[in-house]
């Protein structure tokens, strides 16, 4: 019966887990992750515009990248590397749009805080972009608050 088996599938619950930020998944959430942005943002999406991010910088015990799963299917991500010392940059945080509004985003923050707190950041700090209200309300609810620019990220 395949009703019940996607009533199951849906059910089952969302890891999130550590995985090396070129792990398949992870190469898999970013480019979600970059296509959406593509035809969300007013002015689209330029990858080669976009501040880099070393693979080296998102592993221990510099950062860490996260995938979160259902079963084996990759649902979101995130990632975090160094910005200063003492500060940790919460970077490329995705969730695929049939998970969102369950708090997956909030669960995959949260661990990202841990990390950063495990890394020895007494802080952290993130970007985003006036067109991503969702994950702004989010950033709002966990207690981020609106700062002056920090880098040249044209997003």
Known sequence: MSHRDDNASRLAPVRIEPVDPDHQDARWCLSQYFAELAVTFEEGMDLTRALPVEAADCRPPRGVTLVARREQSP????????LRPGVGYIKRMWVASEARGLGLGSRILVELEQWAAKLGYSRVALETNRALVGAIAMYRRR?????EPFNDEPY
Do not use: D, F, Q
């Not at 649902?75 to 160094?82: D, E």
């Open 75 to 82: 649902l979101g991500c995130g990632s975090l590397k160094p």
């Open 143 to 147: 207690g981020y608050v609106e700062v």
